[in-house]
């Protein structure tokens, strides 16, 4: 099982960027796939998930929105659209899979994680 995230950078404050991660080897229909991300210095923290069976979206209250979780099911990604970007959103965001009758905002629940891909928002 991988899931590859992609497409952090740097961007002004009030600014956006689109993540992507890609996943293979999971059964999709069978998780939850989502954004945690981690502030230097502070715990991991979940953003938004998507039900890959019925397609359900969940948010974190800091972010709903300005973020919009999707998925293509064709290209087995899932992407995270973020608006409105804060300095404090600065951090690495990590894609997980969490079995769908699993708590998809608990990091301890998490099946596989992706690597980290790093957004800095600074001006």
């Known amino acids: 099982v991988q899931l590859q995230a992609s497409g952090g950078g740097l961007v002004h404050p009030g600014g956006s960027l689109r993540l992507s991660c890609t996943t293979s080897g999971l059964t999709l229909d069978d998780y939850a796939v989502g954004w945690f991300r981690q502030a230097p210095g502070k715990e991991r923290e979940w953003v938004s998930s998507?039900?890959?069976?019925?397609?359900?979206?969940n948010y974190a209250a800091s972010v709903k929105g300005r973020f919009t979780i999707s998925r293509d099911n064709a290209k087995n990604t899932m992407y995270l659209q973020m608006n409105s970007l804060k300095p404090e959103e600065t951090g690495a965001y990590y894609c997980a899979a969490v079995e769908v009758d699993g708590d998809y905002d608990d990091a301890r629940e998490v099946d596989y994680w992706g690597q980290g891909t790093l957004v800095t928002v600074s001006s």
């Open positions: 998507i039900n890959c069976a019925d397609g359900t979206t």
